[in-house]
């Protein structure tokens, strides 16, 4: 794993020392339990401080039943709690699966790998994984690699700046997560960027909404509820977050390259949003190459 990295601070390019990264101004980014940390200092103490908080909520609520065990069985375990959404990423490897077969993949750049489930699955075809997301703890974040045999490179970083990243990947997946962000359309283009001449990206886990007032109001609630009750900002950075796509940003998508198409698995589930229009229709999304 040699990927290429600039300083988030001033933008200058990162040499690889044996357990850090560093800058030619004197900006150091160090490696904690595997996970290479490319923050400035003030942005990772308010992402840790969400984490911290937000950590804590999961654990009351009993949504973090994942034993050690589990990991290396992901996306293929018996979970009540959470069976539809294992069900979900199931379908999602199979799209993957099929999508990348035949493909010449080296190098793969993950965002929003929650707990390893897609990127041990991906290291395991021996493709060279780079991971990255905000969260960093080993249920839910970056340090789950502890829980797996397969190795990758994760990296916690802002997902809003992949301009840090000065490297190319064979592969871009965004693993249930493009939807969580206002600021998708520059993510997209700075993805496209990071790109091999014949690379490809997939948007797994898209929600469209035909009518979304009733996932507004349920964001809103949300919002409302973590701030009374829980005392903190589920909003980490104000008015990034979206967690949903409308129909017109299937529209902005499509103009983008990406060609959206609905899971076949849940054909029936989503033919039935044509007239029940409040409920999401499931698609993955994928941008090809353009030949000359």
Known sequence: MHQKFLCPVCKTPLIN????????????????????????????????????????????????????????????????????????????????????????????????????????????????????????????????????????????????????????????????????FNSYLKIIDDAKKLLNADGEIIILGIPIYKDSTIIISTVKNTFTHFENVHNFDYDLFKGEFKGYFESDDKDKLESTGFKLIGYPQLRLKNITTNVITNKPKYCYGILKPVKN
């Open 17 to 180: 020392a044996e357990n850090s990264y560093a800058c030619s101004n004197g900006h150091v980014y160090h490696f904690s339990e595997n996970v290479l940390i490319l923050l400035e200092p003030v942005k990772k103490n308010k992402i840790d401080n969400f984490i911290t908080k937000y950590f804590e909520y999961r654990k009351k609520d009993g949504s973090l039943n994942l034993i050690t065990e589990d990991f290396q069985k992901l996306p293929f375990i018996k979970d009540s709690r959470n069976s539809k959404e294992w069900q979900f990423r199931r379908y999602s490897l199979e799209v993957i699966n099929k999508i990348t077969r035949g493909l010449k993949i080296r190098t793969v750049l993950e965002f929003g790998p929650y707990n390893g489930w897609l990127t041990n699955r991906l290291a395991e075809k021996g493709y060279d994984v780079t991971a990255i997301d905000y969260f960093n703890d080993e249920l839910t974040g970056l340090r789950s690699i502890k829980h797996y045999k397969s190795k990758w490179l994760p990296i916690q970083m802002d997902l809003r700046d992949l301009s840090i990243i000065n490297s190319k990947f064979d592969l871009i997946v965004f693993n249930h997560s493009l939807h969580f």
